[in-house]
Structure formats: C-alpha cells, structure tokens
C-alpha cells in the first residue's frame, strides 16, 4: 500500500458531463501530481501542486482543472468529457522534488469510463 | 516529443531466464532515473532508482545499469519468476531547476513463462 488513497475506483459518465475525482496523498507528502494512462498515450503529466499552490503544468486540456486544498488533498474536475477521456487517471504524491530521498508514490487510480 | 524512449514494447521470457529492457533518455538535463513496476489494477510502483553518478545498483533480483554518456539505462531482472509478470516503465526528471515531473517511457509488459 502506497499511502496515496484514490477515490473513486471506477467512474462511469455520459458525455458531456463533469466529474471530480479525489486524492489524498501520502502522510506527509507535500507535492501531489496528477497524471493520465490511457492504452495508447502511456503515463502522461497532467498537473503538480506543492503545498497548495500549482508548480507544473503538462498537457492538461483547457477543459480539465484540479487545486490542492489547506489538508493537501487534492481533486481533479473533468468537465465537458468526451470518449476520448476514458482512462485511468493516477494521483501520485512525494516529500517535495523528486528525487531518490523523494521518490514519486502512486495511489491506485480512478477508472473513468465515459460513455 | 518523446523525451525518454523505452524498449522493447512487450517481452516472453522463461522462468529462470533474464528480462532485458531498455531506455534511452534525450533530455540531457535529468538526473533522477527511477524504474517503476504496475501490476493490472494497481498503480505503478517504485522499483529502484539511480541517479547518473552510478554506474549500477542492485536490488534483490533486479538491477539497473546506467551509461552517463550514451545516456541510456537498462533494467535486467535475473532468475525471472511468474510474479515478475507486469508492465515496467522507466522514467526520468530532473532533481534541479524547473520542470521537477517524472517523464515516463511507453512501458514493457513483461510475461514470465513457466
């Protein structure tokens, strides 16, 4: 068990809808990153937070937002969803930067599946 | 662009044998090379990890290697067993300077048959 607590598990919407997804990182874990897996794209970065405030930002679409709140937790909303979301979004938490005192910790996921 | 390029796509290996793989990294700024493991239904995990002053590091079964100049490591895990049996993704970032985000590698779904 990584500590990183997804929720939820699974997620199925219409197109159209929005959804919010939820992560509560690792005790102690000030940084929470966000990415997407989906079959043919990998594991792609989507957004990091520190400590509440928004520190990377890869190729989320416009469409997509999250925030870190003051207990760290953060959420990932999904607006407007099309087919083409489907997938399996990770939340994943570490101390600060990466490195090998600070190694990345993934929680289970969130499979969206949008119908 | 794909920053870091991992091969092969997918691997059969026997049990007992050694799974090879394969990555090579186009940004010369990272510093930070992590290995991650992900059975189905789980997130990835934490493998092992090295930072480019080492040439390898060992864990149990699995070890990395690492050639600073040709910028490339490769995962090898000895003595293969069934419950190897997962998707293994290199990545990299980079420790200093901006744009601290794991960069990961297309994967490698390795089966180890018995």
């Known amino acids: 068990d990584s500590g990183v607590t997804q929720t939820p598990k699974h997620l199925i919407t219409a197109t159209g809808q929005r959804v919010t997804l939820r992560c509560s990182p690792r005790?102690?874990?000030?940084?929470v990153y966000w990415y997407q897996q989906s079959l043919d794209q990998g594991l792609q970065f989507l957004i990091q937070y520190y400590n509440g405030e928004e520190r990377a930002k890869g190729n989320i679409l416009e469409r997509f937002s999250a925030q870190q709140f003051p207990d760290l937790h953060s959420e990932l909303n999904l607006s407007s969803l099309e087919l083409g979301d489907s997938a399996l979004y990770f939340c994943?938490?570490?101390?600060?930067?990466?490195?090998?005192?600070?190694?990345?910790?993934f929680g289970n996921g969130t499979r969206l599946t949008v119908t | 662009q794909q920053q870091v390029k991992q091969s092969p796509q997918s691997l059969i290996v026997q049990k007992g044998g050694i799974s090879i793989i394969n990555c090579a990294y186009e940004?010369?700024?990272?510093?930070?090379f992590p290995w991650y493991q992900q059975f189905p239904g789980k997130g990835p995990a934490l493998l092992i990890a090295?930072?480019?002053?080492?040439s390898e590091k060992k864990e149990g079964r699995f070890t990395i290697s690492f050639n600073k100049s040709a910028k490339q490591s490769s995962l090898h895990i000895m003595d293969s067993q069934p419950g190897d049996s997962a998707t293994y993704f290199c990545?990299?970032?980079?420790?200093?300077?901006?744009?601290?985000?794991?960069?990961f590698g297309t994967g490698t779904q390795l089966k180890v048959e018995l």
């Open positions: 090295i930072r480019p002053d080492v």
């Open positions: 005790s102690g874990d000030l940084s």
């Open positions: 994943a938490s570490s101390v600060g930067r990466l490195s090998s005192n600070s190694p990345l910790h």
């Open positions: 940004n010369t700024a990272f510093d930070y």
């Open positions: 990545a990299a970032s980079r420790v200093t300077g901006g744009g601290n985000k794991l960069t």
